[in-house]
């Protein structure tokens, strides 16, 4: 348990250094709840982000609607700044930090 809240900790402060453009990437290895729960023998099984959405990947979540916007407007280039200065990105990790932190008050955290 005591690993899991770490996790989700990490997770939430990646994705507000994220927001403030002091991080770039968001991608599994960039995520500590992927960390310990994507792994080889269990993708996603015990991650809370999985218990809530009942999808692998982080898929229907923000973060997967960051992603697809990311691949249909940005194809691709995440270079210094894109992801902090669009609105649309913003929206999104703005969205998937209320996410992380509504996972604070599941039974499972």
């Known amino acids: 348990m ?6 989700l900790e990490k997770s939430i402060k990646h994705w507000e250094r ?19 729960y994507n792994t080889v023998d269990n993708r ?3 991650c809370p ?12 979540t923000p973060h997967g609607d960051l992603w ?3 691949d249909l407007v940005h194809v691709q280039d995440l270079g210094e700044g894109t992801v902090a200065n669009c609105t649309e990105c913003q929206k999104h990790i703005d969205a998937e930090i209320v996410f992380l ?9």
């Open 68 to 70: 697809d916007h990311v």
């Open 49 to 60: 982000v999985y218990a809530q959405t009942d999808e692998l990947g982080c898929v229907d």
């Open 101 to 109: 932190k509504s996972l604070r008050e599941n039974d499972n955290v």
């Open 18 to 36: 994220l927001r403030a453009g002091l991080e770039f990437k968001f991608g599994v290895s960039d995520c500590a709840l992927c960390s310990l």
């Open 44 to 46: 996603c099984g015990n």
């Open 2 to 7: 005591v690993k899991l809240i770490i996790a």
